[in-house]
């Protein structure tokens, strides 16, 4: 990419993701020397995660704003106000830290349960938000097939993955429970299904593999804006190798079997996580359903890579024919 064109990247989105790369670092040190635990995880590592995250999606974003050739006035003050909110957001997480105490679905004092209700109305204006870049998205022109099909059902995948981040702030069973008993009083919502939060959990995520877990739909959701795109740009370089995929209606095809995989594997999760069930252990009926999804997805890829009938491929003697109102005309200058 010429230098010129990074130009044309959202600038606070780049200064955001620059201050999240900087606040990486400073959690990762947060990990190393602070011992507290906050619900039973290391207490910087939210921040950690929510850091990375956050610097994913404004390059992301930045890129992708400058794509766009209409409404651009629109898509950047709408993109101001998502990098006012991140970083927001992000302020809050790190002040709950250092008071020691957890930044969501915590309502144990009027300051807690306000800052709680901050960051829902921040997270429901970047879902918004982030609708309203989509929308301007589907409509700009995307030469390649592969790209378009790539950024286009990367931003809908992503999109319902940030959305899915709202059934965590149902409350749970027993919480309802507390509600009826009027006892109700320290936290409302979780992101573990069957079990309360904070128990055994991968080491990074910190997903529970002993209950499900929301996070992960989540995450994954939220990340097809990075992964569909990476693969748009991997075909052009496997086609040194593979020269089937010199095609351009091929690698688009591929990448559009790839996002609808990609879907199904974000609705499996859900339904898991759902379920109450962890993802490293996962029953008959999700291996099942997961083989299926794995035997469709080599269908389509092999319908992807087959070879284009002279019906699918353009016909060179059809466009060099003159129509018949052209041939005509070309009789009539000749007499």
């Given at each position: 990419?010429?230098?010129?064109?990074?130009?044309?990247?959202?600038?606070?989105?780049?200064?955001?993701?620059?201050?999240?790369?900087?606040?990486?670092?400073?959690?990762?040190?947060?990990?190393?020397?602070?011992?507290?635990?906050?619900?039973?995880?290391?207490?910087?590592?939210?921040?950690?995660?929510?850091?990375?995250?956050?610097?994913?999606?404004?390059?992301?974003?930045?890129?992708?704003?400058?794509?766009?050739?209409?409404?651009?006035?629109?898509?950047?003050?709408?993109?101001?106000?998502?990098?006012?909110?991140?970083?927001?957001?992000?302020?809050?997480?790190?002040?709950?830290?250092?008071?020691?105490?957890?930044?969501?679905?915590?309502?144990?004092?009027?300051l807690n349960a306000g800052l709680v209700t901050l960051m829902?109305?921040?997270?429901?204006?970047?879902?918004?938000?982030?609708?309203?870049?989509?929308?301007?998205?589907?409509?700009?022109?995307?030469?390649?097939?592969?790209?378009?099909?790539?950024?286009?059902?990367?931003?809908?995948?992503?999109?319902?993955?940030?959305?899915?981040?709202?059934?965590?702030?149902s409350p749970t069973d027993e919480q309802l429970t507390q509600?009826?008993?009027?006892?109700?009083?320290?936290?409302?919502?979780?992101?573990?299904?069957?079990?309360?939060?904070?128990?055994?959990?991968?080491?990074?995520?910190?997903?529970?593999?002993?209950?499900?877990?929301?996070?992960?739909?989540?995450?994954?959701?939220?990340?097809?804006?990075?992964?569909?795109?990476?693969?748009?740009?991997?075909?052009?370089?496997?086609?040194?190798?593979?020269?089937?995929?010199?095609?351009?209606?091929?690698?688009?095809?591929?990448?559009?079997?790839?996002?609808?995989?990609?879907?199904?594997?974000?609705?499996?999760?859900?339904?898991?996580?759902?379920?109450?069930?962890?993802?490293?252990?996962?029953?008959?009926?999700?291996?099942?359903?997961?083989?299926?999804?794995?035997?469709?997805?080599?269908?389509?890829?092999?319908?992807?890579?087959?070879?284009?009938?002279?019906?699918?491929?353009?016909?060179?003697?059809?466009?060099?024919?003159?129509?018949?109102?052209?041939?005509?005309?070309?009789?009539?200058?000749?007499?």
């Amino acid at each position: 990419m010429k230098a010129e064109q990074y130009r044309t990247w959202h600038r606070p989105m780049l200064v955001c993701a620059a201050l999240m790369t900087v606040m990486t670092v400073v959690s990762a040190v947060g990990l190393v020397v602070d011992d507290r635990s906050i619900g039973g995880a290391p207490a910087w590592l939210k921040p950690f995660k929510f850091a990375v995250s956050i610097a994913v999606y404004c390059v992301t974003w930045a890129w992708l704003v400058s794509l766009l050739r209409t409404r651009r006035r629109l898509a950047h003050r709408v993109s101001n106000v998502l990098v006012g909110v991140l970083v927001l957001e992000y302020t809050i997480i790190v002040i709950q830290v250092l008071r020691g105490t957890s930044s969501h679905f915590n309502f144990t004092t009027p300051l807690n349960a306000g800052l709680v209700t901050l960051m829902g109305i921040s997270i429901t204006l970047l879902w918004v938000g982030t609708l309203v870049l989509t929308l301007l998205l589907l409509r700009t022109p995307i030469a390649e097939a592969a790209d378009r099909w790539a950024v286009r059902l990367g931003a809908l995948i992503s999109l319902a993955g940030l959305g899915l981040g709202g059934l965590m702030t149902s409350p749970t069973d027993e919480q309802l429970t507390q509600e009826e008993q009027s006892t109700i009083g320290r936290i409302i919502g979780a992101h573990t299904v069957g079990l309360p939060d904070g128990g055994p959990g991968m080491p990074i995520t910190g997903w529970s593999t002993v209950g499900g877990d929301l996070r992960i739909p989540h995450f994954v959701g939220m990340h097809a804006l990075q992964v569909l795109p990476l693969l748009a740009i991997l075909l052009p370089l496997l086609a040194r190798r593979w020269a089937r995929l010199h095609d351009d209606v091929v690698r688009g095809r591929l990448v559009l079997v790839a996002g609808s995989s990609y879907a199904a594997v974000l609705a499996l999760l859900t339904w898991q996580a759902l379920r109450g069930q962890p993802l490293t252990s996962p029953d008959a009926l999700t291996l099942t359903v997961s083989f299926a999804l794995m035997a469709l997805s080599a269908v389509g890829v092999a319908w992807a890579l087959r070879t284009r009938t002279p019906r699918d491929a353009p016909n060179d003697t059809d466009e060099q024919r003159p129509t018949s109102s052209s041939a005509q005309e070309l009789q009539h200058r000749d007499a």
